[in-house]
């Protein structure tokens, strides 16, 4: 079975500092991975969608990388800013169509 | 464009009643999918409909669990009887996919229902 880990599971940085999140998953064979982000009593709201065959995404300040042999993908955030404070959670859908998530990671950015 | 709608957004019951829940999808999107979220963990995928046909509900309780998707869009998800374990938010999520070829899986989410079951 699938797992999904993120560390760490809290991050609390200055407003201005570039950041990592990190997402690792034990079974390399997947069929894409989405980054999301969930703000406090709302839904989930996707970032970036990576699928097997590549290797990054980008969006404005975000890109995600993907390292599908070593069950690793990374999230970084430029120039973060105090509205970029949610949980961050990652998501891998395997090729049997199930989809597993990570714990998420708390990110606070002080002003 | 209007987003998925979920209602209600709280509900608190007692353990062995019933509770339903009912999410619109977005106009379009063939693809849905109910999920939960426990507090402090990430989302769990219960059940996942294309169009009105269940693609996966291997982790879905189906003892206590149920959920329809009538006509391929409107979809209802049931427990009967809750029990205390099942106080979570559930999470209720749609995509454009249409087949396995289809490379539009953005998921879309709504707010979700706040379940406490007393």
């Known amino acids: 079975k699938q797992e999904v880990t993120q560390i760490p599971a809290a991050l609390s940085v200055p407003e201005g500092e570039n950041l990592v999140l990190n997402c690792s998953f034990t079974d390399s064979a997947i069929y894409n991975l989405q980054w999301f982000r969930q703000d406090p009593g709302k839904g989930l709201t996707s970032l970036l969608l990576?699928?097997?065959?590549?290797r990054e995404q980008t969006s404005g300040r975000l890109n995600a990388s993907l390292d599908k042999s070593s069950g690793r993908s990374t999230l970084y955030i430029a120039a973060s800013q105090p509205g970029d404070s949610a949980t961050y959670l990652c998501a891998v859908k395997d090729t049997g169509n199930q989809f597993y998530f990570g714990t998420g990671t708390s990110l606070t950015v002080i002003p | 464009e209007a987003g998925v709608a979920q209602s209600p957004r709280y509900k608190i019951i007692e353990k062995r009643q019933s509770v339903a829940f009912w999410c619109n999808p977005i106009?379009?999107?063939?693809?849905l999918y109910w999920y939960q979220q426990i507090l402090g963990q990430g989302p769990k995928l219960l059940i996942q409909?294309?169009?009105?046909?269940?693609?996966?509900d291997s982790q879905l309780p189906k003892d206590r669990f149920s959920a329809e998707r009538l006509k391929g869009v409107d979809s209802t998800l049931k427990i009967q009887p809750a029990k205390l374990e099942d106080s979570a938010v559930y999470l209720c999520?749609?995509?454009?996919?249409?087949?396995?070829?289809?490379?539009?899986?953005?998921?879309?989410f709504g707010p979700g229902t706040r379940l406490l079951v007393l």
């Open positions: 106009s379009g999107h063939a693809t």
């Open positions: 990576i699928q097997s065959s590549q």
């Open positions: 999520a749609s995509s454009l996919v249409r087949g396995w070829a289809d490379l539009q899986e953005t998921q879309y």
């Open positions: 409909f294309q169009n009105n046909g269940v693609v996966d």
